[in-house]
């Protein structure tokens, strides 16, 4: 598997604007080799609050699948033409990629 987080870091305050953005997909749920999207928050930080949203996918073809298809450019529309309502408030952000080298998932036998 290929996990990969794009961290946004956001004016104090702001958070909720931007975790808004990704109550609604647009297209990234379709696509062949996608298995999740979780948006994390972070409002412990003094100066930004912090936005993570992590993808994980099949493979890293997959990611590279979506990153080039038509869905991909639909959703970042507004950030690349310079319209988005959450652009100005978003200082920056950073993307990272893993691969999942070890996975343990949960029992389905409890200990009593």
């Known amino acids: 598997m290929w996990i990969v987080m794009n961290k946004l870091d956001v004016e104090k305050g702001k958070v909720d604007a931007v975790k808004a953005r990704f109550e609604t997909t647009k297209g990234i749920e379709t696509m062949d080799g996608f298995v999740r999207m979780q948006v994390l928050t972070d409002t412990s930080d003094a100066a930004m609050d912090h936005v993570v949203i ?36 978003v200082l920056g952000n950073t993307v990272t990629q893993y691969e999942v080298a070890i996975e343990h998932l949960a029992s389905t036998e409890r200990v009593q």
């Open 54 to 89: 992590m993808t994980t996918w099949r493979d890293a073809a997959s990611f590279e699948n979506w990153r080039d298809s038509n869905a991909y450019k639909h959703a970042h529309k507004k950030r690349d033409d310079g319209t988005s309502e959450v652009k100005p408030i």
